[in-house]
């Protein structure tokens, strides 16, 4: 059998554990896994020390556009994805406009073909005017399903109303992503926010934000029969909470919720460490680690949200929250498993198979046999820095800048095209919608 690529002597971490093999790859497909030394292929790619993982999956990512190209487009954060060894990524609705029709979001899977380095899919937002819309938006081509935000001050994308939101979740079928701060709650603090800089962020929008909005949007899933997904969880206590809803409920964590705590991260970046929900308190940190440990996440999502230098420079709280996180998600979960937090079957998990499993992704998410060439080769043993000249988003800067680590990805495979190599760019880029089991008919 004649093949495109054929991947020797792999570290394969796949649903057989892990295990030295090789990986052939014809027309976008694993064709073949195991001792391969009789095919003719018209690449050989020698992986001999690396680890061989199915492709990353970043389900939650803002590529700002439409609207705010200033701070990141699609082709610009894709690239910065598969630099860092993400194959597919789900892009959020708040962009100018949002997300909120068939218009906008049929524009945006546009914009994206053949111009994402990785494979895409975009949520659609809910908004106060196309809730009797959601369960056929949710359908469309391109669509990976609705994200509610509950708390952000005004706008057409914010429902906090317990009615609404349960009607959203009464009507249609896919999971629905999350980001869960009680509004009113910001709205009655937003008076503290006004004197003592950044490290009042967390003070103002508290655990207590969270877990009021946790509390409420499970009770109507359970009551609705919906899954939902609760994006970039950041307290213990709402980790406990979740752990009783299982049923229903997925959760989502994010790297810099792992790896940065209050008062540090905002004494050392000061308005660049600020994000909604915001980074917490090491005591925070470790319930999150705890979380991930028992079981309780799901996934990882990197919450890639840039802006520009010049805008996270402004005093607070005039400063936009959101960091960018696409490029260093994968490399700084890495070193934490070459510090033994975890393992690397547990991190394939976290990128790859929940989220496949989570929202019914075809051909994505596992190391095997009749998939998609999604792939991604890393270095686990690689000792580098994150320098500010490896960083691809427009936005030109990320939290992790400066920090030494163990583990860096340096190949990344979307449907057998070599999109990535040592730092190098193919010639072009070829992504295209992700296909869901869901929507196959429509």
Partial sequence: MAIDILIKNAICVSHNGIEPSDVAIKDDIIVAIG???N????????ATGLHLMPGVIDTQVHFRE?????GEDMESGSRAAVMGGVTAVFDMPNSKPPTTTIKAL?????????RLWCDFAFYVGASTKNIKNLHKLERLPGCCGIKIFMGDFTGDLVINDDQKLADILSKGTRRIAIHAEDNDRLI?????????GVSQHPIWRDAKTGYIAVDRILEIARRTGRQIHLLHVSTENEMALLAAYKDVASVEVTPQHLSLSAPECYEELGTYAQMNPPIRDEEERIGLWKALSAGIVDVLGSGHAPHEKELKALPYPQSPSGMPGVQTMLPIMLDQVNK?????ERLVDLTSSGPARLFNIAGKGRLAVGYDA????VDLKRKWTIEEDWLQSKSGWNP?????IIGKPVGTFVRGRKVMWEGTLAEEATGQPIRFQDTLNG
């Fill in 39 to 46: 095919l003719d292929a018209d690449e050989v790619i020698d």
């Fill in 400 to 404: 992790f800048t400066g920090r030494q």
């Fill in 374 to 377: 999604d792939l991604t080769l």
């Fill in 340 to 344: 033994g937090f975890l393992s690397m």
């Fill in 66 to 70: 439409p609207g705010d190209e200033a």
């Fill in 35 to 37: 001792p391969l030394d």
């Fill in 188 to 196: 009655e603090r937003r008076h503290l926010s006004e004197e003592g």
């Fill in 106 to 114: 049929n524009d945006k899977v546009k914009r994206g073909t053949n």
